[in-house]
């Protein structure tokens, strides 16, 4: 079984920075790609930032120049850093992984449980 543990979200003012973690472990034979979403109140959740095995990137337009997904060194984790944030940023961050356990042939999808970002004006 595969499980995602994310961390760093918390309280900032505007033009602030923040750095959110996530961790995959388990029997994870390979990782095709990471990414992080948000879902504001009242709002649907939507794709921040990707990133794929080969390090290719895809960004949210409105995250454009202001955040920075990443893999670490041991490709199970990856990064978002949050730079110059707004009051609209504020959101319950996600982090998704699609993967292939040993036990299965299939890639699947694996969400964490959440951090939340809160950003002050």
């Known amino acids: 079984q595969v499980q995602l543990v994310e961390s760093g979200g918390g309280l900032v003012q505007a033009g602030g920075s923040l750095r959110l973690s996530c961790a995959a472990s388990?029997?994870?034979?390979?990782?095709?790609?990471m990414a992080w979403y948000r879902q504001a109140p009242g709002k649907q959740r939507e794709l921040v930032a990707a990133?794929?095995?080969?390090?290719?990137?895809n960004y949210a337009d409105s995250v454009k120049g202001r955040f920075t997904i990443s893999r670490g060194n041991a490709k199970n984790t990856v990064y978002l850093q949050m730079n110059s944030l707004k009051p609209e940023d504020t959101a319950v961050y996600y982090c998704?992984?699609?993967?292939?356990?040993?036990?299965?042939?299939?890639?699947?999808?694996?969400w964490g449980q959440g951090t939340l970002v809160t950003v002050s004006s």
């Open positions: 388990g029997s994870i034979f390979s990782i095709n790609a």
């Open positions: 990133i794929t095995s080969g390090g290719s990137t």
């Open positions: 998704n992984v699609v993967c292939r356990p040993y036990s299965d042939p299939r890639y699947l999808e694996v």
